[in-house]
């Protein structure tokens, strides 16, 4: 299966099997992500395949692999980071492997190599008993007319992309010249201290999904004078 069809297919694996994965597989993984597009050119980021043993999760469950993220602290590196990853996501449940984005784990006693990367967020994978696909009637997602100005099927795959505890903080509002603004629903402080940081992670994701739907026409960029969107901060803009 393709990663555009796995957009329609995927979901959240939260049961695994302890073998990992052979050394082939792994090294197939690392060469997608190296190749991966990124979102914004100028962020340094980084990754490490880690196997249960290194990781603090207070998730009941374990998987066999977790892929730490590290990134430069620089504008939208959270975003960058949600674009690069999904695609990876996608990746590899498009090869029956399982996956699961977590907030709530960690390396333990990690250094990265630039200690100008500090750690963001972690992806469970392996090999699930289950059978990881689903039927798109299975997706809970909000209707297109709750996420953009205009029910536009173009935001089919943005609508289907997984976010932290399925909130699905994205908006789109149209141009008049077929581009797109993407916004992020503004949280009270408390939430924002908590889950502030996952939602720019999420709204990556949905532009990853965006761009594995339009890789030739895709274009993202950021707006000096963005509209302001009552209840939102502006995240970019993007051609597809
Ligand atoms: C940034 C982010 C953080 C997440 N953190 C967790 C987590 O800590 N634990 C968990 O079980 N699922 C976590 N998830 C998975 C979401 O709960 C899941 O994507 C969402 O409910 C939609 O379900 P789906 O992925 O099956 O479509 C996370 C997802 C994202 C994108």
């Given at each position: 299966?393709?990663?555009?069809?796995?957009?329609?297919?995927?979901?959240?694996?939260?049961?695994?099997?302890?073998?990992?994965?052979?050394?082939?597989?792994?090294?197939?993984?690392?060469?997608?992500?190296?190749?991966?597009?990124?979102?914004?050119?100028?962020?340094?980021?980084?990754?490490?395949?880690?196997?249960?043993?290194?990781?603090?999760?207070?998730?009941?469950?374990?998987?066999?692999?977790?892929?730490?993220?590290?990134?430069?602290?620089?504008?939208?590196?959270?975003?960058?980071?949600?674009?690069?990853?999904?695609?990876?996501?996608?990746?590899?449940?498009?090869?029956?492997?399982?996956?699961?984005?977590?907030?709530?784990?960690?390396?333990?006693?990690?250094?990265?190599?630039?200690?100008?990367?500090?750690?963001?967020?972690t992806i469970a994978f392996g090999k699930s008993p289950n059978n990881i696909k689903?039927?798109?009637?299975?997706?809970?997602?909000k209707d297109l007319d709750e996420i953009s100005d205009k029910s536009d099927e173009?935001?089919?795959?943005?609508?289907?992309?997984?976010?932290?505890?399925?909130?699905?903080?994205?908006?789109?509002?149209?141009?008049?010249?077929?581009?797109?603004?993407?916004?992020?629903?503004?949280?009270?402080?408390?939430?924002n201290k908590f889950v502030g940081k996952w939602n720019k992670i999420d709204t990556?994701?949905?532009?990853?999904?965006?761009?594995?739907?339009?890789?030739?026409?895709?274009?993202?960029?950021?707006?000096?004078?963005?509209?302001?969107?009552?209840?939102?901060?502006?995240?970019?803009?993007?051609?597809?």
């Open positions: 299966m393709n990663l555009e069809d796995t957009i329609y297919k995927r979901q959240s694996i939260r049961l695994y099997d302890d073998t990992p994965l052979d050394n082939q597989t792994l090294n197939e993984i690392r060469n997608f992500i190296e190749n991966a597009k990124v979102l914004n050119p100028n962020i340094k980021w980084s990754y490490d395949i880690l196997s249960t043993k290194n990781i603090r999760t207070i998730m009941r469950w374990k998987a066999p692999h977790y892929l730490v993220l590290f990134s430069e602290e620089k504008e939208n590196y959270y975003q960058n980071i949600g674009f690069i990853f999904q695609q990876v996501d996608l990746f590899l449940q498009s090869k029956e492997i399982g996956t699961c984005w977590i907030g709530m784990a960690s390396p333990k006693k990690y250094k990265n190599e630039d200690k100008n990367q500090k750690f963001i967020i689903r039927e798109i009637n299975q997706f809970k997602r173009k935001l089919v795959p943005a609508k289907l992309a997984p976010s932290a505890s399925n909130s699905q903080p994205w908006y789109f509002t149209h141009n008049d010249d077929g581009s797109y603004d993407l916004y992020r629903v503004k949280l009270g402080i408390i939430r990556g994701i949905a532009l990853a999904h965006l761009y594995v739907s339009n890789r030739d026409s895709f274009k993202f960029y950021k707006k000096d004078s963005p509209k302001e969107l009552k209840g939102y901060y502006y995240d970019g803009s993007f051609i597809i």
